[in-house]
């Protein structure tokens, strides 16, 4: 069985300044892949950036990066110079090798303060 | 259109209605999903379909009853509801499934609320 952890139902950051946003997951899988989406008011989930278990970098897509540490099994997105368009849910996801299962953690709601 | 649609946004319902969800992917790709999203839970995998199989069924109840008629297009058929049904439905698409990737595309959800 795979999970997902994101221990903040909340943050605020000022516009401009970098935020991170945890997420620790717990799997047996050798081979996996990590996953962030946003998700605006409007219901969409957007999907960001995307970690695999064996890649040796971190992911990058734009101001979105993850920090991945395989050993802690965490899965941070870092988002820099934050704009008023990021306020949204932001939510963590796995999934397993082949697997169709994308299991997701609860969210973190972001509050970007102008 | 591009990406994933979903019709209706918003659907109100009494317990004894029949109503459907529809959605339609416009990226060629050979999965599509139904997710439940209530408040303060996390998504829920109601249902798979891999070129047009079912493949995941996660112990939905069977007032809900999913249809692919083809790789496009994607149904939630909705019979005498409960008021907790009530949830934000998400539809999804991607390609099988490849090592550890599994990228889902999502639509912008049906709203139900069930009376």
């Known amino acids: 069985a795979q999970k997902i952890t994101q221990t903040q139902p909340g943050m605020f950051v000022q516009e401009k300044e970098a935020v991170t946003l945890d997420c620790t997951y717990d799997?047996?899988?050798?081979?996996?892949?990590l996953f962030w989406y946003k998700q605006p008011s409007s219901g969409e989930m957007i999907f960001l950036i995307y970690?695999?278990?064996?890649?040796?970098q971190n992911a990058t897509e734009g101001r979105y990066s993850l920090n991945f540490q395989k050993a802690r099994k965490s899965a941070n997105l870092v988002i820099s110079a934050s704009q008023l368009g990021d306020s949204a849910m932001y939510f963590c996801a796995m999934s397993g090798a082949g697997s169709y299962q994308l299991t997701f953690g609860k969210g973190t709601k972001l509050s970007v303060i102008p | 259109e591009t990406g994933v649609t979903q019709t209706p946004r918003h659907l109100v319902m009494g317990m004894t209605n029949k109503k459907s969800l529809k959605c339609e992917q416009h990226?060629?790709?050979?999965?599509m999903y139904w997710y439940k999203q209530s408040a303060k839970k996390p998504l829920e995998l109601m249902f798979v379909?891999?070129?047009?199989?079912?493949?995941e069924n996660n112990s939905v109840p069977s007032r809900f009853s999913p249809e692919c008629p083809n790789s496009s297009h994607l149904f939630l058929h909705l019979h005498t509801l409960q008021p907790e049904d009530s949830a934000l439905y998400l539809c999804?698409?991607?390609?099988?499934?490849?090592?550890?990737?599994?990228?889902?595309?999502f639509g912008p959800g049906t709203r139900l609320t069930v009376l």
């Open positions: 990226l060629g790709h050979n999965a």
């Open positions: 799997t047996s899988d050798q081979s996996y892949g």
């Open positions: 970690q695999g278990s064996y890649d040796e």
């Open positions: 999804a698409s991607s390609r099988l499934p490849s090592s550890s990737y599994n990228e889902q595309f």
């Open positions: 379909y891999s070129l047009e199989e079912r493949v």
